[in-house]
């Protein structure tokens, strides 16, 4: 498929077609207000402009082989023009090595005074074959590969299995000692189409307050090359109880181990408190939902949830008046179906009922004795709730 990409990006004859794809790309990476300007008639020193506040981005597309000198054409047609702006982007259909980039883009800055960002054939092969190949299927003619689906539902269950599978084989970003986890993901609508989402460089702890569940004192925040990461530490333990990780697209990852005790309780063997799991599992996705709404990511979007590592643990309910407090799980793994969310209003606690419900079935329960979808929390519990929230902050 890379070669396929690459060939037909290199061999696009039409020229009017090649800006269309270009602004087309251009517009799902954020440039939104793109305008198109050379596709008929005479461009005034650029094929598109982006407006934008701090200065129009100017916008030039080439599939000249000589692509440097046709770049260095169209700066001087820009400046002759007296277009204003700081940025200047530059797409072409030909390969560009990383020190050819980096020559260009000091050229550009010290003859012009612009900011030049650059997309070559390799680059746009990585949008067309991950994120938008829609657009790779229209302008190309390269239909998806077989088995890839476009359903964003699927693509979000998809994306969370293999992000379950890795977190098993220790693909994390950060270490932690349990075999044990809640792994929940969040994946918005267009977390496959626009890979630049959220703004990672303007993330930090002390604002945003990323937590994975549990009764965390505080952690650290650092960035990787997916995106951010937040970690806390067990206020019982001192040990890391996860992390969360914000991917650029958008999507939320979110493991969990400190809702896992693996102390023996009487000799019943691990337990998860069914308390902490219902509500910091509601607190969290809460908080998590807030968080992309600040960022302006658009719904829909689908939660998907695994259990693992839970074979054996009885989901406790600390309840005296039940006579049978046994809810073990036989399975070691638990995945309930994905939820959709399309609103930032919804309850969250309804909107996770049928998924909690899921995983209080495998340890042997019809459903949650903690939540009723009419009356709500358990009234002995219902008055707990904010003691429990506040004490997680």
Partial sequence: MYRRTIEALEHFTDYVEFERLCSDILARQGYEGIDPQGVEGKDGGKDALVYAEDGDIVCHFSTAKEWRSKLRSDLQKANENDLSGEKFIFVTNRKVGGTEKDSVKEEAKDEYGWALDLYDAERLRVLLDNYHQDLREDYLEISPEPGLTTDLGERAENHHTERVRKIQQGEAPVDFESDSALIIHIVPKDAFSNPYQIEVGELSYRTDKMKPLGRNVGGGFSLNSKGAVYTDTNR??????????????????????????????????PYIP??????????????????LQAQGIALPAFICLTLT??????????????????????????????????SYEEDVRELLSNQIDVVWNAAGRARSPLYDEEEGWDSELAEHIDEWINSSR
């Fill in 236 to 269: 019982r333990t001192d040990s890391l109880d996860g992390y969360v990780q914000v991917f650029r697209t958008g999507i939320i990852e979110s493991v969990s181990t400190g809702i896992f005790d693996t102390l023996n309780l009487d000799d019943d063997g």
């Fill in 274 to 291: 069914s308390q902490d799991f219902e509500f910091f599992l509601t607190l969290r996705v809460k908080e998590y939902l807030r968080f």
């Fill in 309 to 342: 590592g839970v074979s054996g643990f009885n989901l406790l309910t600390n309840n005296p008046m039940e006579i049978v407090n046994h809810n073990y799980f036989d399975e070691d793994t638990i995945q309930p179906p994905k939820t959709k969310v399309v």
